[in-house]
Nanobody
Framework: LQLVESGGVLVQAGGSLRLSCALS????????LGWFFHVSGREREGVSC????????YYEASVKSRFTISRDNAKNTEYLQMDNLKPDDTAVYYC?????????????????????WGKGTLVTVSS
């Protein structure tokens, strides 16, 4: 399973951005899809996760109500809609996938643990 992120750019605070993650290869392994961010000098942290055919979603507290995760299985693509962006959202964002059987809460809390990862896309939010 390969994942490639896109959409990271420089945006002003209060603006919006949509990140995309294209999946290829063994996409049937992508039961759990997640977004994580990394700031230099800090551990990688979970942002959001989506799982299963019912598309249950989970969010880290600071992004809930501002970010929306979704998946388009027909296009093998995962998205992260980011609204009302803040300078603290500046980071490299990674998409990741796993076949389970852990939980979204597990993956988000841990900040790692998913089997497949993209190389990241940089989001910079200016004040």
């Amino acid at each position: 399973l390969q994942l490639v992120e896109s959409g990271g750019v420089l945006v002003q605070a209060g603006g919006s951005l949509r990140l995309s993650c294209a999946l290829s290869g063994a996409t049937f392994d992508a039961v759990y899809l997640g977004w994580f961010f990394h700031v230099s000098g800090r551990e990688r942290e979970g942002v959001s996760c989506i799982v299963g055919s019912r598309a249950s979603t989970y969010y880290e507290a600071s992004v809930k109500s501002r970010f929306t995760i979704s998946r388009d299985n027909a296009k093998n693509t995962e998205y992260l809609q980011m609204d009302n962006l803040k300078p603290d959202d500046t980071a490299v964002y990674y998409c990741a996938a796993d076949g389970g059987p852990k939980s979204c809460t597990y993956y988000l809390t841990l900040g790692y643990g998913m089997a497949s990862w993209g190389k990241g896309t940089l989001v910079t939010v200016s004040s």
